[in-house]
Every structure is written in structure tokens, then in C-alpha cells.
């Protein structure tokens, strides 16, 4: 069964930094891209960026681009969204997702969500 | 690279039908053959309905159906029932390896 698990819940003053996680299991974690989605209270899905964890190519949306970090680490089958100076706007639910394999470039599968909370 | 358009909301009651229109350019929807459109109930993560513009996943009710024509993708649910009251997205490739969203539409089930 395939699975994105992500870590858990984070509290946050700004300036601070901060890096979440999303582990996939139950498939070829080195082969299929994943990419991260915000959703800022009340608001819908914004498109952040995405990895590919075989060899790290890394795409930004332009309004995100210089603002996060996507990364990932194939040996532990973990991808990871960071900030280095998070600001009070940052507060969202941040989702991973699985981009399919077929070719038809739809995210099939999405981790349960980071709730990420910038409050000073 | 601007969301792309869907309406704030739509409504209908059980058994009718409803469409959600979600409008690009010709830089994502209108020149995409990926346009996808995923389900969130309150609370909860989004889940895929529909890819590349009109395929259904396993488990998907076939009262689910999507469609495009030039800048702009629609979602057609038919047969409302009370689940299916949520939020829904599109979301098209907008090339390059990037993606962008519809705003979103809340669908409310009178």
C-alpha cells in the first residue's frame, strides 16, 4: 500500500528555521516525483514545488522559488520542504504529494498534511 | 504563473447535477493534456477524481466526469449526494515540470 506519512504538527516563532518531512513506503520511492502543496487558512491549494529523489531535480513555482528548500534523501526514502527564517505568513497545512508514474502527471497520492503555526 | 479560475461556488440538490468550470490560458489548461481535479471535505486531505482531463481513478463513482475545451476544464457531477458536499480543484501542468492550481469551488448540497 502506497503511503506518504508526514511529521507531525510544528509551532514556530518567526526568523526561526524549520524542515518537515514526508516518507513514502509501499512504492519505488527513488522513481516518482514528489512535490509539496500549501494551503493557507480558509484558502485553497497553492502548487509549491517538486523533487525528483533519483536524482534530485528540483522544480519551484515562481512564487515560491527562494523562499523554500525541497530536498530529499532516497536512502531513507524521506523528502523535505524547509525554511530558513520562517515568517508569520508561512502559517498553512502543508501537504506532500505523489506525482503518478503513468505518465499522466496527476498527484495520486498525498500525505496527511503539516500543520505549520508562525506565531511570535 | 497565476491560479487558475474556478467559481467561489456552486450548489444543487440530491440527484441533480452540477458543473465546475475551471479556466486557464493557453500556457496551462489550453495547451495541457493533464488536467486534474481532486476532492477535499472539510478537514481532510484532497483526494484525486479526475486525470488527465477526463479518466477516472479506480474506486471513483463513473458520476464523476471531466472535460476541456480550450482554457477551460470542467468537472460534472451527476447524481448529487450529500458526501459528495466539498471543496474541489483543478490543476493543470503548466509545463516545465510545474503545476498550478484553480482557486477552488465549495460545493454545497442543498
Known amino acids: 500500500e502506497v503511503q506518504l506519512v508526514q511529521s507531525g504538527a510544528e509551532v514556530k516563532k518567526p526568523g526561526e528555521s524549520l524542515k518537515i518531512s514526508c516518507k513514502g513506503s509501499?512504492?519505488?520511492?527513488?522513481?516518482?516525483?514528489i512535490g509539496w502543496v500549501r494551503q493557507m487558512p480558509g484558502k485553497g491549494l497553492e502548487w509549491m514545488g517538486i523533487?525528483?529523489?533519483?536524482?534530485?531535480?528540483?522544480r519551484y513555482s515562481p512564487s515560491f522559488q527562494g523562499q523554500v528548500t525541497i530536498s530529499a534523501d532516497k536512502s531513507i526514502s524521506t523528502a523535505y520542504l524547509q525554511w530558513s527564517s520562517l515568517k508569520a505568513s508561512d502559517t498553512a497545512m502543508y501537504y506532500c504529494?505523489?506525482?503518478?508514474?503513468?505518465?499522466?502527471?496527476?498527484?495520486?497520492?498525498w500525505g496527511q498534511g503539516t500543520l505549520v503555526t508562525v506565531s511570535s | 504563473q497565476s491560479a487558475l479560475t474556478q467559481p467561489r461556488s456552486v450548489s444543487g440538490s440530491p440527484g441533480q447535477s452540477v458543473t465546475i468550470s475551471c479556466t486557464g490560458t493557453?500556457?496551462?489548461?489550453?495547451?495541457?493534456?493533464?488536467v486534474s481535479w481532486y476532492q477535499q471535505p472539510p478537514g481532510k486531505a484532497p483526494k484525486l477524481m479526475i486525470y488527465?482531463?477526463?479518466k477516472r481513478p479506480s474506486g471513483v463513482p463513473d458520476r464523476f466526469s471531466g472535460s476541456k475545451s480550450g482554457n477551460t476544464a470542467s468537472l460534472t457531477i451527476s447524481g448529487l449526494l450529500a458526501e459528495d458536499e466539498a471543496d474541489y480543484y483543478c490543476?493543470?501542468?503548466?509545463?516545465?515540470?510545474?503545476?498550478?492550481f484553480g482557486g477552488g469551488t465549495k460545493l454545497t448540497v442543498l
Open positions: 504529494v505523489r506525482l503518478s508514474g503513468d505518465g499522466y502527471n496527476s498527484y495520486d497520492y
Open positions: 509501499g512504492y519505488s520511492f527513488t522513481n516518482y516525483w
Open positions: 523533487i525528483y529523489p533519483g536524482d534530485s531535480d528540483t
Open positions: 493557453s500556457s496551462d489548461v489550453g495547451g495541457s493534456k493533464y
Open positions: 488527465a482531463v477526463s
Open positions: 490543476c493543470s501542468d503548466a509545463g516545465s515540470y510545474t503545476w498550478v
